[in-house]
């Protein structure tokens, strides 16, 4: 065996679960893609210790502090072709190992509409409880054109009284669905969004088909999630109806023997601290599994 462990993804869960094997003196490879959900965060929010720091400056102390225990890390995307599993460990990207963590976590669907790019993760955010509280007082819009948007829209109004849904032609908001946002004031608005306005990236206004533009400060969205869940489903790991890895609450283990999967990959409800817990869950298990089997330190 040339590694431990391999973990696929260096987001939050990733990086957790290579330091807790690190600091358990286990050989670790780290494959980074490069590709982060939150790319076009600014900020993080809600993760005690670091309220505000930029994502890309808590990947970089993670990188730095995995690299004290000898973690390699290379940059790598993972072909899932590439992999097998077999009762002794893992093959995957021309290395083995005794066992894999998947922490390649998921992909937000966004709006294809003139302006979106210039407001993403400045006023356009999908997660109340990140961005919520920076926008708070102000006029919000929530955009969804399934089902979410009841939910968002309930969910929004604790940050702001003037919160209105768009749909953007879609039919996920039904009449009762509808009475319901109304009792809190929030009103739907079932036109095609066809530009956001914006000033620098503050979102002035959602221009719509056929009527005068919704004037709002901020957009909370949600299209579809999809979990990054290839190379899961390439070793034989179970998948649940949206596509997401089960995995064992605890232990993070999978229905594959030596295959964990943590963060937004199995859970796509998982914030930043989280993941994090998420990884060390996955990282602690496989070393007292390691250790079980007598793969112990001296070697």
């Not at 530009?195 to 909370?220: K, S």
Request: charged residues 25%.
């Amino acid at each position: 065996m040339t590694f431990d462990s391999i973990v696929v993804g260096a987001g939050p869960a990733g990086l957790s679960a290579a330091l807790m094997l690190g600091r358990a003196r286990r050989r670790v490879l780290v494959l980074d893609s490069g590709e982060y959900r939150n790319h076009a965060a600014r900020h993080m929010h809600g993760v005690l210790g670091h309220d505000g720091l930029d994502p890309a400056d808590l990947r970089a102390k993670g990188l730095e502090e995995i690299a004290r225990y000898g973690v390699e890390v290379r940059r790598a995307a993972v072909d899932p072709a590439t992999a097998a599993v077999d009762a002794d460990g893992v093959d995957i990207a021309g290395e083995r190992a005794r066992s894999l963590v998947i922490a390649t976590g998921l992909v937000d669907d966004t709006p294809r509409v003139d302006g979106f790019d210039a407001i993403y993760g400045v006023s356009a955010h999908t997660c109340p409880y990140c961005d919520g509280w920076e926008h708070r007082d102000r006029r919000i819009a929530v955009l969804a054109p399934v089902e979410r948007g009841d939910h968002l829209g309930h969910l929004l109004r604790q940050w702001s009284s003037d919160v209105a849904v768009v749909t953007d032609g879609g039919e996920g908001i039904g009449p009762d669905e509808e009475a319901r946002l109304a009792d809190v004031g929030v009103p739907v608005l079932r036109e095609r969004v066809t530009r956001f306005a914006h000033d620098d990236g503050r979102l002035t206004a959602i221009e719509l088909e056929g009527r005068e533009p919704l004037e709002r400060d901020a957009l909370f969205f949600f299209l579809a999630m999809r979990p990054r869940a290839e190379l899961a489903a390439a070793l034989g790991c179970e998948l649940n109806e949206a596509g997401y890895v089960v995995a064992q609450p605890m232990t993070r283990a999978t229905s594959v023997d030596r295959v964990f999967a943590a963060g937004n990959v199995a859970d796509p409800s998982q914030n930043v601290p989280m993941a994090i817990a998420d990884g060390a869950r996955a990282g602690a298990y496989i070393n007292f599994q390691l250790v079980e089997e007598g793969v112990i330190q001296p070697r």
